[in-house]
């Protein structure tokens, strides 16, 4: 009877205590792991960090798994903390009956009969440090291990354990204080992040060097009586001087890695394409360009792989330090006008159409499109040029006479099937000259098409985007290349010798009111696209984008590797022999009619006729209509006929009163003249800084000079140095 009455009361005890666990369990749900979102790393292709961010309360946590950690912390870490973690579920009876036994032997607390997973519970749940309190950690330890596996408990624990200050987790712990990831920490860093959560803030190295040391090498014999390390390592580990980072890393792609925590705001780690020692590499670059910029100017440069669509290096301002530069302005998303950038896309579009070959006769000369009267740059006119040398001198009127005829809303639908947008209401002839609006990423995205067979990708920027749309053709692949070749034959700004010698086709642009310099230069393998400007929009008078981004631009390259692939040209490509001015082959033209003979570049040997300024083909061998009326009727004694007006064009320019390298002394010279090839609309620069005179004072400056003459897109450089 009495046993049935102690089974009874046994059976009894253990249903209510089943049913009270029922009963707490429903009322005090699991909290939240991360109640204050998460903190989020944004790293390179190499896992080196590019910026941190803290959660909501600024704690910086960065997600790793057991995978991420070096497997000897781990052993370490249980051996130190929980050696039964894989048996018990939650709590170790043992454990804690031998630290209540010392806590009323001595009267103080001699070693903890906490689990990891009841540090975890701890962590997520933080009580009093009662009896109240310890059966409340006891209880939610044992959810915690009805909730999840063991594998999820130590990763939570991997993820929350303090480290000092802010620092939570061993991740952001390892690069805080020695700059690497948990998987590569040796033996002592090892042992130092595992008895540094006991007690952080009296722990920390950076703080309390000697007392760290002192902790760790108490794990580290604690390890040596487990057997986990020999007494020769022992000996040698424990003299070893804790080695922290003291030279913090500078913040890499500050503007990318904010705007990938506002898009994935959800995100613990965000492993990026950027390729960590460009980045750092091109940061320095901007770093020094900016002593070259006026006020308030600023510059931003992205770096593309072609072959795989990546974004190796996105700088989106020239000093993310410089307040007074608007460094927080991204200028890589910001939306302006592109000036002359587009005016490539507007050629190879021709080109598909057969409208045009690489040597097609176009027309320089006063127009008005329905009212729209586009001018060049420096307001004159070049006559009869061929599509090549037009698009290379980014001329106005003959890129116009091609989008008239293609028509602006062709132009912009084919673009915009391949995601390239535009900001404006309707398009216009304008667009072809800046008059819309676009970002320095889609001028990039839009390049790489020169050397990706005319296909436009969607960019890669995470390297875990695989989910990405097919890409899309906006050029055929021979009009594509043959628009690659005619950029490419243009010589690069006066500098010096690049170390990698590659092929580069590259296009400058100027907007309206010199508020944006863009340059973008397209090679086998990569894109470089810049800008250069003030981000308030204010003008920049004097200055071009050849003057301003096209020497950034080159020296971006100079910072990338060799190419590795190169283009190959269409079989429907081919060399062809046409006249002028017809623009036909020469075998369908009469000799008498062929006035000039030039190698252009045809698909399937297709030679359209030259059209009108109006974009109608001649019918006849004859210059076109309006092109022979305006060279008639210019007074120009030495252009008595079209094929004469067109010999005399010429349109370089070089410097003639010094040469690059040369010394000069303030005692002996107290003023340089600047002479060029050209006479008028020459526009001089000193160290990048437009000059009203033709001439140098060499009081105003020292060292390095650098001197430039530009005559509409054409500029020479020379380097001078100056001496007291």
Not at 657 to 683: A, C, F, I, K, T
Request: glycine share 6%; with cysteine.
């Amino acid at each position: 009877m009495i046993l049935k009455k102690a089974l009874f009361t046994v059976a009894a005890t253990i249903l209510a205590i089943i049913m009270a666990a029922i009963v707490w369990h429903t009322h005090n749900p699991l909290p939240a792991i991360y109640p204050h979102g998460p903190s989020t790393l944004v790293t390179a292709s190499n896992e080196r960090t590019l910026r941190s961010f803290g959660d909501q309360l600024g704690v910086h946590r960065y997600q790793v798994a057991p995978k991420d950690v070096d497997q000897f912390y781990l052993s370490a870490l249980l051996h130190y903390e929980d050696q039964w973690f894989y048996y018990h579920y939650g709590v170790n009876p043992f454990s804690l009956l031998r630290a209540a036994g010392q806590w009323l032997r001595y009267g103080r607390v001699i070693s903890g009969g906490s689990t990891l997973t009841m540090q975890v519970a701890r962590l997520i749940d933080p009580h009093s440090r009662t009896i109240g309190g310890k059966l409340h950690q006891i209880a939610r330890a044992i959810q915690l291990e009805w909730h999840y596996s063991k594998k999820e408990i130590l990763t939570f624990y991997l993820n929350l354990a303090p480290f000092g200050g802010n620092i939570e987790g061993v991740a952001a712990a390892s690069i805080k204080y020695f700059d690497k990831l948990p998987v590569l920490l040796n033996k002592n860093e090892a042992a130092l992040l595992v008895v540094l959560p006991q007690k952080p803030s009296l722990y920390r190295p950076d703080r309390y060097l000697e007392r760290a040391k002192t902790m760790r090498n108490k794990v580290l014999a604690r390890l040596q009586q487990g057997r986990l390390l020999s007494t020769e390592q022992y000996q040698l580990l424990r003299e070893e001087p804790i080695k922290l980072h003291n030279n913090p890393q500078p913040t890499l792609a500050p503007l990318l890695s904010r705007y990938l925590k506002q898009r994935y705001f959800n995100a613990h780690k965000l492993n990026t394409t950027i390729d960590y020692s460009l980045q750092k590499r091109l940061a320095a670059l901007l770093r020094n360009t900016s002593n070259h910029l006026p006020h308030k100017a600023s510059a931003a440069v992205v770096v593309l792989h072609n072959p795989s669509a990546e974004i190796r290096a996105y700088q989106g301002s020239i000093d993310f330090q410089n307040a007074s530069r608007f460094a927080h302005v991204d200028m890589v998303r910001a939306t302006r006008s592109p000036g002359s950038t587009l005016k490539p896309f507007i050629y190879g579009q021709a080109l598909d159409m057969g409208l045009i070959h690489s040597k097609s006769l176009l027309s320089d000369i006063p127009a008005n499109f329905n009212g729209y009267k586009p001018q060049n740059l420096n307001g004159h006119f070049n006559g009869p040029i061929s599509a090549e040398r037009a698009l290379q001198k980014s001329l106005n009127v003959p890129a116009i006479q091609l989008l008239n005829r293609i028509t602006p809303a062709r132009f912009e639908q084919n673009l915009s099937r391949a995601g390239i947008e535009f900001s404006h209401k309707k398009a216009n002839l304008s667009v072809g000259l800046g008059g819309t609006g676009t970002q320095l990423l889609t001028l990039a995205k839009l390049y790489r098409a020169l050397a990706s067979n005319g296909y436009v990708a969607p960019l890669k920027i995470l390297s875990h985007d695989f989910n990405l749309k097919p890409p899309t053709p906006i050029l055929s692949a021979q009009s594509s290349w043959i628009t690659f070749q005619m950029l490419s034959a243009q010589s690069a700004p006066d500098r010096v010798v690049p170390s990698v010698r590659r092929k580069i086709a590259w296009k400058t642009g100027t907007s309206y009111g010199y508020r944006d310099f863009w340059s973008v230069g397209v090679s086998p393998d990569y894109t470089v696209a810049v800008w250069v400007g003030r981000p308030d929009a204010s003008p920049m008078l004097g200055y071009l984008g050849a003057t301003q981004a096209a020497p950034l631009m080159f020296d971006a390259f100079d910072l990338l590797p060799p190419d590795s692939r190169k283009l190959i040209r269409p079989k429907q490509v081919t060399n062809t022999i046409i006249c002028w001015p017809s623009g036909l082959a020469r075998v369908q033209v009469p000799k008498e009619s062929c006035d000039s003979q030039h190698q252009a570049w045809t698909i399937n040997q297709t030679t359209p006729p030259s059209m009108d300024i109006d974009g109608d083909f001649t019918t006849v061998s004859s210059w076109p209509e309006k092109l022979s009326h305006w060279l008639n009727t210019k007074q120009r004694p030495s252009q008595s006929s079209p094929s004469a007006a067109n010999a005399s064009v010429d349109t370089g320019i070089a410097i003639t009163s010094l040469r690059s390298g040369q010394h000069y002394y303030r005692s002996q010279l107290d003023v340089l003249p600047l002479r060029s090839s050209r006479q008028v609309d020459v526009n001089w620069f000193i160290n990048h800084a437009p000059q009203k005179k033709p001439e140098l004072k060499l009081d105003q400056y020292l060292g390095k000079t650098i001197i430039s003459a530009c005559f509409r897109s054409q500029c020479d450089k020379h380097v001078i140095y100056i001496h007291p």
